[in-house]
């Protein structure tokens, strides 16, 4: 079976959200070659913008709240309550570098175990239309097209599309679309891999 993920996936993994342990046993089942995983070429990129962000935004909100810290030193009734603000601090600091590590090492796993469908001059001009059929973002929509282009060229006999919140591809016609490539579209992480043992479970039975 396809396995086709997008970007929350990564992100998931990487910041150890609520659906991690589900996206960790989607992992190993395709490290075990029970299933085959499909990843869209954006979903390992945007990732890293993503991290690079969010520590730029934590450095500066750190660097504010040292600011402040310094100032309620001066104040002698509040030094002894400072040192767990201190610690939240230190935190935001720490978790940047904890995350980033957790990011190179999922992606290592997943570009080992994983076929990567590559961000082609096709692909663009597809997630273009879907931007405006379908009404999705330009990210989604990159993803999106990544996942019908592979599709078409490979008509799996079994697949899935597991995304973290079925907000971002609740369509009517985006779910009919992938139908119709044996593709079904499984608006959570937990859900995909209940569905993908559901699956093993009945082939084993064969």
């Known amino acids: 079976m396809n396995i086709y993920v997008e970007t929350n996936f990564v992100l998931e993994l990487t910041f150890e959200q ?13 490290e075990t070659e029970q299933a085959k995983l499909i990843i869209p070429a954006y979903s390992l990129a945007e990732p890293h913008e993503k991290l690079t962000r969010q520590a730029r ?27 767990s603000i201190q610690d939240i601090a230190s ?14 090492q999922y992606r290592k796993r997943l570009l080992k175990i994983g076929e990567i469908a590559a961000l082609t001059s096709e692909i663009l001009i597809e997630a273009a239309a879907c931007e405006t059929t379908y009404a999705l973002t330009p990210q989604d929509a ?4 990544s996942v019908i282009d592979h599709l078409r060229r490979y008509q799996p006999q079994k697949a899935c599309f597991l995304n973290r919140n079925s907000k971002d591809f609740d369509n009517p016609d985006i779910v009919d679309e992938l139908n119709r490539y044996n593709c079904r579209m499984i608006p959570r992480f ?8 559901s699956q093993l479970s009945s082939k084993n039975k064969e």
């Open 18 to 30: 609520e659906q991690c342990a589900s996206c960790e046993q989607i992992l190993q089942l395709c």
């Open 91 to 104: 935190l935001m600091v720490q978790s940047n570098e904890e995350e980033r590590n957790r990011f190179i």
């Open 57 to 83: 935004s934590r450095r500066e909100l750190q660097q504010s709240l040292d600011a402040e810290l310094r100032q309620l030193l001066r104040t002698a009734s509040y030094a002894n309550r400072i040192e």
């Open 142 to 145: 990159l993803v999106y097209a």
């Open 190 to 197: 937990d859900r995909g891999y209940s569905f993908l043992q």
